[in-house]
């Protein structure tokens, strides 16, 4: 009896002590979609840019379009206060954050910031590491909605303990905040962040151009579109990807120095893949182009489609790999991805396909069902999978269409 007494006094003493935090629920159900500043301006960012950005976000169709957060990348923070709590830098945003999300919450968009786990964000800003409570007491404070956090100067850190002390602490300070987490793969965060952040990177930086390697001094890379799109091929980790929890392929590239045919390639491929669809080039000053392929209606819908099931690769002709994303109400995407530099110019005969999930259950027979097809970039509708169709997919470009049950 004693005993009891005394198991029960310590579980009702521990027992207000001992919160489970979770991540927030229903941020991410479909892949999020949005603007970050750092492929474009890196540490060149300032509250005027953040401002003009969500009103070109408003101006351009992009909001209309889908796209929702504003995100300011390393290089926004000042000093920590007397009581740690961090402060903007005062030249670049002297009116404030709070001021700035005001701003940005006034033109129906979301404000987002990043941080790292580490002592030192990678361009040399004060890290989270020690300040995570106080840190997301902050951001909330400020009325923030994204967090992207980073992974640089992390030395003797386990990622998912750090990362879960985020979440904990983004928990605690009660704002749902969408967790972008950016340790670049390097622990396979697609085998335990699940229930720890809402899109997890799987590749060191984005490069733009199409498929080189760039070397940096200090024995880094960053990487070209199919660089990144290849890095996993291995972990399949299509399969760790759904609602709420995706598979980060980077912020985009689109708009910034890439041919429209691998600006085209590059994006289609991000929403084939179901990535996040963040824009990263500058949106005051964007040919329309560009804003065409970023507003595209229907690629953002296969990006967006309630099903949340990432692409597979299906085969390879010659250098034009065939990638299939099962959608919502048994529709499919389907990819022809043109590696080479020439056209190639393919005759395929649906009928003698069957494209089966390798992860999951969805199987598409085109001898049992009929489907008709729409080239997503054309709008133009292509007939049906009972005959074979021929088209070209220039060099470096991509061709999508959608699939539909008749
Ligand atoms: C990298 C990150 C980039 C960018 C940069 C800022 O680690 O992958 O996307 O955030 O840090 O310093």
Redesign the pocket.
Known sequence: MMRTTLILCGILFLAPFHVIAQKFDGLAETPPMGW?S??EF??DVDEDLIKATADAMVESGMKDAGYEYVNI???WHGERDENGFIQVDPEKFPSGMKALADYVHSKGLKLGI?S?AGWE???GYPGSRGYEFQDAQQYAAWGIDYL?Y???NTEGLAAEGAYMTMRDALAKAGRPILFSM?E?GTDAPWEWAQDVGHAW?IS???YPCFDCEYRHEGGWSSWGVTKIIDMRADQEIRQYAGPGHWNDY??MEVGNGMTIGEDRAHFGMWAMLASPLIAGNDLRNMNTQTLDILTNEEVIAVNQDAEGVEAWKYQVYDSTGVWVKPLADGDLAVAFLNRSREDHTINFTWTNHVFNDPHFNYSYNFKNSEYEIKDLWTAKKMGTTSKPMKFTVPGHDLKIYRLSGK
């Open positions: 970050n750092w492929n890196a540490c990348d390393d290089c990043y790292d964000t990678c361009a992207k980073d992974w640089c950016c670049w990177r060191g930086d984005i980077d912020m």
